[in-house]
């Protein structure tokens, strides 16, 4: 008599499938600490990681680094003085803006083009609406990323004469239309390459560079999931295999 794995092999692999994805969340949830500690040794099978993470997929290359956002904030800093030394009305001061947001708070290029003022509080907060998966978070954010918001509005007041209320989109060019995502993907690849910064690099490798930055200061995977919007822990736990060597962190810190 067969069994019900012989008769059913795409059934059986499905189960197993869930099983082991199940077990795995259920470590990195519980275990956090030592799955970064141990990120070395305790290492998801390609195979298995491929599943459990969907399309996602990472390498090195695409994540910007700490060393390229230097590089590519010195030249947005140095385009928006002049720009507004010159009193231009270019999109060079908005991208400076446009691009630091995506740094600071590794939002996806669709959600930063939904951004309206409505969604952004003045203590330090801003709402996603309609993320990934048509699901809405919050994200918390620092005096610094506050700071860079709040001198955007006023630049958009103050100089562009743009109205910055509820329904109104944050970033727009300077014909003051909203930035779509493939507007802002060709800003991006524009500074890009006006530094010279390798082509697989685009506007998401930001959020990439966040992440990596974020578990590297030893924010916890439970939290940078719901920071980042995922579905899944596995597919944050990626990020895992691109962070600071755990050895070098400890050397730093001893």
């Known amino acids: 008599m067969e069994s019900l794995q012989e008769k059913y092999p795409y ?13 795995w969340n259920y470590l990195l949830e519980s275990f956090p ?11 998801i099978p390609s195979k298995g990681c491929k599943l459990m993470a969907g399309s996602f997929s990472l390498t090195q290359d695409k994540i910007l680094t700490t060393r390229q956002w230097k590089l590519l904030n010195r030249e947005l800093e140095d385009a928006k003085s002049s720009a507004q030394l010159l009193n231009k009305k270019t999109n060079h001061v908005h991208d400076y803006y446009l691009i630091n947001l995506g740094w600071m708070t590794g939002l996806r290029i669709s959600e930063v083009s939904r951004l309206n003022w409505g969604d952004i509080g003045d203590d ?4 996603v ?6 699901k809405d978070r919050t994200i918390f954010y620092g005096k610094k990323t506050q700071a860079l918001i709040d001198d955007y509005r006023r630049y958009k007041i103050e100089v562009m004469g743009s109205g910055c209320k509820p329904a109104d989109p944050v970033f727009t060019n300077v014909h003051r239309k909203r930035y779509g995502p493939s507007g802002i993907h060709r800003r991006m690849k524009f500074w890009l390459d006006r530094v010279k910064l390798p082509d697989k690099l685009s506007y998401h ?10 578990l590297n200061e030893g924010v ?10 995922h579905s899944s822990i596995a597919v944050t736990s990626v990020y895992l295999h691109f962070t600071e060597d755990s050895r070098e962190r400890f050397r730093k810190l001893l």
């Not at 059934?11 to 077990?23: D, E, V």
């Not at 330090?124 to 709402?127: G, K, Y």
């Not at 609406?129 to 048509?134: A, P, R």
């Open 11 to 23: 059934i059986a692999k499905y189960i197993l499938f869930h099983k082991y994805n199940n077990l």
């Open 33 to 43: 600490r030592f799955a970064i500690l141990c990120k070395n040794t305790f290492y």
């Open 124 to 127: 330090e907060w801003l709402v």
């Open 129 to 134: 609406k309609d993320g990934k998966g048509s």
């Open 205 to 214: 490798s930001l959020r990439h560079g966040f992440a990596t930055r974020m």
């Open 220 to 229: 916890g995977l439970h939290d940078l999931r719901e920071m980042l919007g």
